[in-house]
């Protein structure tokens, strides 16, 4: 039995509905639970909590996958368990903490964590492409579920026969050719309808796209980066300020060492981390604006990408420890501009 997997050439939307779904999930029961005094769903000695929810959301969405064919299903799946996992993984601070305490702080960490990850695996398979017969193959034979439900469009069956092209160019013998070949003529034969017109958000997203190539191109992404230091400076600076102005913190850094005790010192070791990572964010930010004053532009957006990725995965952990999900606004920034500079890099490097 061959046990090597090929992956779904929607992989990564898949995970970035999953992703969405979750975060809002999270936030919007947050809130509520804010808004509300964090009121409990009790019946007797019965306490329903949201983490059975959303662990009944996620088995119902896994169902809806294994029992369902077609591309609806999958991403209807998607939703059901992005909202699922979302409500599951908001009440980790119950397991984690040794009072079962849900607004545990350190819980934000490992919830924050969680999300990174899923948005680097989304970036990783956004950027692979269809390398061999087998998994263009597959993709061929998904589309054709289209045809099955009856929702073949014009745009469509011209994108299925170039990749049935494409195919037919890759493998030069064997079975995967012949099925390609037969299927280019069944696929020839097919009946379409009409394209559908794209929604609003398609809109958008045109629009947004076609902005982001016109600043490019008009070198705006000097005043971007511009942007984006001077909000990270006034950041960094409010952030000592509060720090400075906190005379817990203060007394707790004078009496560091009269009581060591690692968990007992938990906010000011997150404290220490976070400062250091802010600083190393700092400097790559630095360099990145010395070699993109130099016109060396390449390697000056290589490094501000840098001191990003930095923030994002290391510095912003301990931020939303302090902060919680306050801190969701400065995250979105960090990461859209980060998107913004890797296409920067990309149509500079040529």
Not at 278 to 298: A, E, P
Not at 318 to 334: I, P
Request: glycine share 8%; net charge positive.
């Amino acid at each position: 039995m061959n046990l090597r997997m090929t992956k779904r050439e929607d992989a990564s939307e898949l995970i970035l509905t999953v992703l969405i779904w979750s975060v809002a999930s999270l936030l919007v029961m947050r809130l509520w639970l804010t808004v509300t005094g964090n009121p409990k769903v009790a019946i007797g000695d019965w306490h329903i909590a949201h983490v059975t929810e959303g662990g009944m959301l996620m088995l119902t969405g896994m169902m809806i996958n294994l029992i369902f064919h077609g591309n609806k299903s999958r991403k209807m799946s998607a939703v059901v368990f992005g909202v699922g996992f979302g409500l599951f993984i908001d009440e980790i601070g119950k397991f984690v903490s040794s009072d079962n305490d849900y607004w545990f702080r350190p819980a934000i960490i490992l919830i924050y964590v969680t999300f990174i990850v899923l948005f680097m695996i989304y970036r990783k398979l956004n950027k692979s492409n269809l390398k061999d017969s087998k998994t263009l193959l597959y993709c061929v034979l998904t589309k054709l579920e289209e045809v099955a439900e009856g929702d073949l469009e014009t745009e469509e069956k011209k994108q299925l026969l170039k990749k049935i092209d494409t195919l037919i160019k890759m493998d030069g013998k064997g079975n995967s050719l012949t099925l390609a070949l037969e299927l280019r003529k069944v696929v020839e034969k097919m009946e379409t309808k009409k394209d559908r017109e794209k929604g609003k958000l398609y809109w958008w997203w045109d629009k947004t796209k076609i902005f982001s190539y016109k600043v490019f191109k008009r070198k705006l992404v000097k005043y971007l980066l511009a942007g984006y230091s001077v909000y990270f400076a006034i950041d960094k600076f409010i952030e000592g300020v509060e720090f400075l102005n906190s005379p817990e913190k203060i007394k707790g850094i004078v009496n560091f060492y009269s009581n060591y005790d690692f968990f007992g010192k938990t906010d000011l070791y997150m404290a220490g981390f976070k400062m250091i990572f802010d600083t190393i964010s700092g400097g790559l930010f630095l360099l990145g604006w010395y070699y993109f004053l130099k016109k060396k532009r390449v390697r000056g957006v290589t490094y501000f990408r840098w001191g990003l990725l930095v923030n994002i995965l290391l510095a912003s952990v301990f931020k939303f420890y302090f902060e919680q999900f306050s801190g969701v606004f400065g995250l979105a920034l960090a990461m859209g501009v980060f998107t913004l500079l890797g296409e920067y890099r990309k149509e500079i490097a040529g």
